[in-house]
């Protein structure tokens, strides 16, 4: 029978509580170039072992992205205006195309009126002419002359004869005696007036261009909110700083109103100046072609005298918006 052999083994101590075992963090290992290495050493450093700069890539713009930012700017409500604008003229043209291709009579007759295309011709055999441009540069110097001259004497006489009783009462009677008399009623006058025709046509224009001014001047200084003249009384404004900050800008909207209807009212005056007893200017042209049964330098002239007008209109509207940012976030602005 096998005897059992018994070994003994050694206690091993149970602890209870083990200690937490520490993460340690070692250091990154720090990547050293070769050519550091080499420096470090004293080694010469070899050329392909010198880190290389990345080229310089020079910006490009595309024709792609250029068109994609101009289409981005351009806003529904925009393209929504050119179309209705494009209508709204091409309808009139077209009006005139088929009256005058048919020669349709009814209450007005289109008989004697020259098509678009005799039009257009007249304007490629007299659009570049020196009488024609010479015209035109005439018609608006005078239409600027009387224009400035009038906003000079319209926009301070309104504010002063809106904020100050005393001076309302001493020109408001002759100025409502001088209104009702339309512009070419003073042609007569005018020409025993002033020394020559070309003063005579700037003072008509004049004429045409200071009432609208003035009256739309007044009208927006009474209607210019009290609390904002007494809140800057009450913070120590002098006159001239309450004209100038408050009552000035507050007026602008009004202002712009009667620049704008004035700017028509002259233009109107002008041709009818230069109509009677010009010599030269868009008028002038228009009336001699009259004299010379020319159907279609008429309509040229006409036109001509719809796109100064168009683009003198657009000008003071222009002004006006930079004058005048916050109205684009009135009722009915644009923002």
């Excluded at 290495?37 to 990345?54: F, H, K, M, N, Q």
């Excluded at 002038?284 to 719809?306: K, N, R």
């Amino acid at each position: 029978m096998a005897s059992a052999k018994i070994v003994a083994l050694p206690m091993v101590e149970k602890h209870s509580d083990p200690e937490p075992a520490v993460a340690v963090v070692m250091p990154a290992a720090v990547e050293v170039s070769a050519a550091e290495t080499a420096a470090s050493a004293g080694a010469p450093i070899a050329t392909s072992e010198l880190p290389v700069p990345d080229p310089e890539v020079a910006p490009t713009v595309s024709l792609t992205e250029v068109l994609r930012s101009l289409l981005a700017k351009i806003t529904r409500e925009r393209i929504i205006t050119a179309a209705l604008a494009c209508i709204s003229i091409g309808a009139l043209f077209l009006f005139w195309y088929v009256g005058t291709k048919y020669r349709l009579e009814f209450y007005i007759r289109f008989k004697n009126v020259p098509t678009p295309y005799e039009v257009y011709q007249q304007l490629t055999q007299v659009g570049l002419s020196n009488k024609y441009l010479i015209n035109i540069a005439i018609s608006v110097r005078r239409i600027l002359l009387g224009f400035f001259i009038a906003m000079a004497i319209g926009v301070p006489l309104g504010l002063a004869i809106g904020k100050y009783q005393r001076v309302r009462d001493l020109f408001m009677p002759v100025v409502e005696i001088l209104r009702p008399i339309p512009a070419i009623a003073w042609v007569p006058m005018s020409i025993m007036l002033w020394p020559n025709n070309e003063a005579s046509i700037v003072f008509i224009t004049f004429i045409g261009a200071f009432f609208p001014i003035l009256l739309n001047t007044i009208h927006g200084v009474h209607s210019l909110d009290g609390v904002l003249v007494r809140a800057a009384r009450c913070l120590g404004a002098s006159e001239f700083r309450l004209l100038l900050n408050v009552i000035l800008p507050g007026s602008l909207p009004h202002i712009f109103t009667g620049l704008a209807v004035g700017m028509g009212v002259a233009w109107v005056s002008l041709i009818a100046a230069e109509m009677i007893s010009g010599q030269f200017g868009v008028g002038y042209f228009t009336w001699e072609a009259y004299s010379l049964v020319d159907y279609p330098a008429i309509v040229l002239g006409m036109i001509t005298i719809g796109f100064l007008g168009l683009a003198c209109s657009g000008i003071i509207r222009v002004v006006g918006s930079l004058l005048m940012p916050w109205l684009a976030f009135a009722p009915g602005g644009k923002r």
